[in-house]
Nanobody, 121 residues
Framework: QVQLSESGGGLVQAGGSLRLSCTAS?????????VDWYRQAPGKQRELVAA???????RYADSVKGRFTISRNNAKDTVSLQMNSLRPEDTAVYYC??????????????WGQGTQVTVSP
């Protein structure tokens, strides 16, 4: 089994920055194959914000291009989402969703518990 711990959300004024982190842990050896960050605003469907897979270039939703940066630190089993120039419309619950394979389980997507990001005007 794999556990994820998200952190970094909060309240920020428009134009500000936040950095979200998601750390994976397991009693088994594991590898993070890829990672996605999603968000869900009240009354809206969950949407993909950023994705990073292996050596491929990161992909971003048009609404966040140039403002958000997805990254990973393999040594710390941590994936991050740096969010700059935040806007009120970025307000949502953000979820990390890494695809992880362990020594005993095939690769599957795990979901973080979600962290609230609120951007005030």
């Amino acid at each position: 089994q794999v556990q994820l711990s998200e952190s970094g959300g909060g309240l920020v004024q428009a134009g500000g920055s936040l950095r979200l982190s998601c750390t994976a842990s397991s009693s088994s050896i594991f590898v993070i194959d890829s990672v996605d960050w999603y968000r869900q605003a009240p009354g809206k469907q969950r949407e993909l914000v950023a994705a990073l897979a292996g050596a491929s270039a990161a992909r971003y939703a048009d609404s966040v291009k140039g403002r958000f940066t997805i990254s990973r630190n393999n040594a710390k089993d941590t994936v991050s989402l740096q969010m700059n120039s935040l806007r009120p419309e970025d307000t949502a619950v953000y979820y990390c969703a890494p695809m992880i394979r362990t020594a005993v389980l095939n690769a599957r997507t795990y979901w973080g518990q979600g962290t609230q990001v609120t951007v005030s005007p």
